[in-house]
């Protein structure tokens, strides 16, 4: 296989991601990725691939029709803030949660 997917990848990924993983997690991972780009490198025996168009939607006869955009009455605003346990300035309050 001719994967470019390695266990100190893997490990990078999960240092960037800030999980923690297991040895035993780590290789579960990149046993996972290696099936998968094993089931992806198959489209690679698909002949006359590059050929095949590309399709927007399953159905051929797919039509998107939009709903007409009309702008309605909503909660006011301190209405809503009433719900929740913490504002400021009309807005929701919550924890800092990065750095």
């Known amino acids: 296989m001719n994967s ?16 923690g993983l297991t040895e035993e997690e780590k290789q579960m991972v990149f046993d996972e990725f290696e099936v998968i780009d094993a089931n992806i490198n198959k489209l690679n025996d698909i002949e006359n691939l ?13 039509k998107c029709v939009l709903r007409e955009d009309v702008a309605e009455e909503s909660i006011p605003l301190d209405e809503l803030l009433e719900n929740c346990d913490d504002t400021e300035d009309g807005q929701v309050s919550v924890p800092k949660v990065v750095g």
């Open 50 to 62: 590059k050929n095949v168009e590309p399709m927007t939607h399953a159905l051929d006869d797919f």
């Open 4 to 19: 470019s997917f390695t266990p100190e990848k893997v490990e990078k990924l999960a240092d960037l991601l800030m999980i």
